[in-house]
T-cell receptor, first 111, second 117 residues
């Protein structure tokens, strides 16, 4: 079993849809949970960052962490074509910058 | 946000040759740089961690004699794939951070697609 599992998709949705992206993990030591967005031919950029369990909201984006289920989610409300990108979840045990990544989910939002 | 420049963005080389990839932090001092590799439909996998002025620390299964990492300055780290073979064809990406800044201040380059013929 891989440490971090993420469905690579691809996922295609109409503009305005609510998008749900998920990752599961096996290492209970993970405490830091990140979502990165990666546009084509660009490096990943940090979108959301959560420590331990709970929710975090930033504009149209909400990150949720359920440590009891070892499950994290990213919700995108009112999705826009500009949200079309690959979304990667990443985790760290100690806050160290050594990250363990999911495979990334390619999202397309159609106008 | 801070900028990490990675060059080249893609390279094609013959089997047996060596390829150097550069990773530069443009507006901050990168005390630590990380090198990742990503095969098609797979996760970004950490290859090694380099601290300025020190030898790189390689992850299990990564050949340090094949993937030479140099981090001689606070703004530049290089990854050299020596005697490249087709199985080394992959997407290589670096990330950089400044000491004590934490995960939120970790920035990635745009990656290098290496194709070995």
């Amino acid at each position: 079993q891989k440490e971090v599992e993420q469905d690579p998709g691809p996922l295609s949705v109409p503009e305005g849809a609510i998008v749900s992206l998920n990752c599961t993990y096996s290492n209970s030591a993970f405490q830091y949970f990140m979502w990165y967005r990666q546009y084509s031919r660009k490096g990943p950029e940090l979108l959301m960052y959560t420590y331990s369990s709970g929710n975090k909201e930033d504009g149209r984006f909400t990150a949720q962490v359920d440590k009891s289920s070892k499950y994290i989610s990213l919700f995108i409300r009112d999705s826009q074509p500009s949200d079309s990108a690959t979304y990667l979840c990443a985790m760290s045990a100690s806050g160290s910058e050594k990250l363990v990544f999911g495979k990334g989910m390619k999202l397309t939002v159609n106008p | 946000g801070a900028v990490v420049s990675q060059h080249p963005s893609w390279v094609i080389c013959k089997s047996g040759t060596s390829v150097k990839i550069e990773c530069r932090s443009l507006d901050f001092q990168a005390t630590t740089m990380f090198w990742y590799r990503q095969f098609p439909k797979q996760s970004l996998m950490l290859m090694a961690t380099s601290n300025e002025g020190s030898k790189a620390t390689y992850e299990q299964g990564v050949e340090k004699d094949k993937f030479l990492i140099n981090h001689a300055s606070l703004t530049l780290s290089t990854l050299t794939v020596t005697s490249a073979h087709p199985e080394d064809s992959s997407f290589y990406i670096c990330s950089a951070s400044s000491s004590g800044q934490g995960i939120e201040k970790l920035f990635f380059g745009s990656g290098t697609q290496l194709s070995v013929l």
